[in-house]
């Protein structure tokens, strides 16, 4: 996967790495969190994408994103 490749490269040149979000529906969120979840679990990412379009498949509590 790209994702894989990219990150690598910025781990062997220093740098950290942070998934972010537009404007995706809640399959491109689950995507998103896949991949924001396995590179840096512990790191705070911007994938607040469902909550700004008000898409009820996804809820937002206390820092998680909780997928129905």
Do not use: C, K, Q
Request: proline share 3%; charged share 20%.
């Amino acid at each position: 996967l790209e994702f894989r490749r990219v990150l690598f490269r910025s781990r062997v040149g220093g740098i950290s790495v942070a998934i972010g979000s537009m404007m995706e529906g809640i399959g491109g969120l689950r995507a998103a969190t896949y991949v924001a979840s396995s590179i840096a679990p512990g790191s705070t990412h911007d994938l607040d994408a469902a909550w700004w379009s008000g898409d009820p498949g996804a809820v937002y509590d206390n820092g998680r994103i909780i997928f129905s």
